[in-house]
Structures are given as C-alpha cells and as structure tokens.
C-alpha cells in the first residue's frame, strides 16, 4: 500500500528509549541483536543501539527513505546502529534477531497479521517479539475538544478503518500474539499522559496539529474530509489547546511475548 502520510519530524526526534519505549528499555541487555520496525528518525533506535553495547547492535527499518536519511545523518557512526530502507510486509530474515520490535509503527500497517508474522520469523528462537502501540479509539481530552476537532478526529478514525488500520490496535495484539505461537505473552500500559502544568503538556496536545496537517492532504483526496473542515478544526483545536485544555490520555501498551524454542 501506498504511504498515506509522514510523522512529524520534531514528534519523532524528541522520543528516546528511556521515555517512549519503556518497557524494551527494561529487557535489553548488552550484546543483543535487535531489529527495530518503523524506526522514523531514529531516536529510540540510537538508545537501544547504546542499551545493548558491548557488542549489540540493532537495525532500524523504516519504509520512509526522507525520515531514515534524517535518522542516518543524526547518528551517524555510532557503535552498533544501522538502518534499512525497507517495507515490514516484504521485510524477509529468519531466526536473526534477539528482540524484534516495533513502537508505534503497526497503527500504519494495514495487513497487521502479515507484519507480525514476518517480524516473529524475523526473532530467534526464544528470542523477544515486543510492540507498542495504540488504542485511538480510547483516546480522552479533557474536556471534550471542540466540535469541529470532534468531527475530524471521527473521520480520521473512519479514514483509518477504510484503509484496514486498527484504531483498537493496543487491545488486540496480545490475542494476535498468541495466535502467532509467542508464549509468555504481557501488557504493560504505558499510556502517554498529560496535564497542564505539565512540562511538555503543549507538544503532547501538538501532535493532533501535526496529525491534521500530515494526514489531512489523504484524508481530503479519499474525500473523507474536505479542506474548509480540516482547516476550522486546525484553528479550533489550536484555540482549545492554548485556552482550554486540562489534559490528554493517548491510550498506549506495550505488549511481548516469547518465540518457542531457544
Ligand atoms: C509514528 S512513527 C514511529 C517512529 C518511532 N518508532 C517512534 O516510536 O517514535 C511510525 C513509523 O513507522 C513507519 N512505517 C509505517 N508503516 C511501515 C511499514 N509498512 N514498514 C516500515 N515502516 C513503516 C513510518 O514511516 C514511521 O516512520
């Protein structure tokens, strides 16, 4: 399938291992191989890159050339990290890595079996498969933003549904997990929360800005949005996280299991 959009830049660059992917930074160890699916920029990639030193390495795949040329410029030369232009649904390598993991890259995957099945083929035996992802339908504002910003976040759902994403991904993939055969199957939350007050309370509100700007071109050509609504809930929701704002719950687990044998 085609790309529908790109992450933003500036989201992507801020994330490290330590803070948006807590749950691998508890289970790597030094001297792991790791392979990270839809690696962006490169951010965590480098953290766990530096997790698994001595002797680790990791490769961070990504289907956006424009987003992993960033992710090689930024990182260039460091111990143990490379990346790979590549889609996870042609993505083809058995038995090589120690951990497989994915962080909020299968919500962009449509065929969500099919990437699952090629990244446990992807681990060793007894190797770890762990994927973070979300839950968009269970999202909350607080309070409700405005209707307008209520009407685009329904027709983004909706958009996502006609191109076969799952916007109750975080739910499912532990039942998906077993039906792949991974054993030691467990979900942590990690949901992203934010009040106001909070420091980096503004970015974390920002990314719908970002999701209306990059998503919105797609969503208009699928004729699932028009541009007088995408622009009305930009400026609305802008208003509302400037002055009304209280606080934003992205709904977010990480969930790992075990790949048989080992
Ligand atoms: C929201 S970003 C997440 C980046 C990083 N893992 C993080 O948590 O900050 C999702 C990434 O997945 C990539 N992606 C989406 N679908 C993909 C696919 N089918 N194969 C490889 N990468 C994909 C996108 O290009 C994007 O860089």
């Excluded at 996870?88 to 890259?105: G, I, K, N, P, Y």
């Excluded at 004729?223 to 977010?252: I, K, S």
């Amino acid at each position: 399938m085609s790309q529908q959009h790109q992450s933003s830049k500036d989201v992507l660059d801020r994330r490290t291992l330590a803070g948006d992917h807590r749950r691998l930074a508890e289970l790597l160890r030094p001297g792991q191989s790791v392979l990270d699916v839809g690696c962006g920029t490169g951010s965590i990639t480098a953290g766990i890159a530096e997790a698994v030193q001595p002797g680790g390495e990791v490769l961070g795949l990504d289907r956006d050339a424009d987003l992993l040329a960033r992710a090689a410029a930024r990182f260039a030369g460091r111990p143990g990290l490379s990346f790979a232009c590549g889609d996870v649904l042609a993505f083809d390598a058995e038995a090589r890595f120690d951990v497989v993991t994915a962080a909020r890259a299968l919500q962009w995957v449509p065929r969500l079996d099919e990437a699952l099945a090629r990244m446990v083929r992807a681990a060793r035996p007894g190797g770890l498969v762990v994927v973070l992802d979300y839950s968009h339908e269970r999202l909350r504002w607080e309070p409700e933003p405005p209707a307008s910003m209520r009407r685009f976040y329904a027709a983004f759902l909706a958009w996502r549904a006609g191109l076969g994403m799952d916007n109750a991904l975080a739910d499912k993939l532990a039942g998906r997990f077993a039906a792949h055969g991974l054993e030691a199957v467990r979900v942590t939350d990690q949901d992203e929360r934010s009040r106001r007050g909070d420091p980096g309370f503004g970015a974390a509100l920002d990314i719908w800005l970002h999701v209306i700007d990059g998503c919105g071109p797609a969503m208009i050509s699928a004729g699932a949005l028009t541009e007088p609504e995408q622009g009305e809930a930009r400026r609305d929701y802008a208003d509302f996280c400037r002055d009304v704002a209280e606080g934003l719950v992205m709904v977010l687990r990480a969930v790992e299991g075990t790949k048989p044998g080992g």
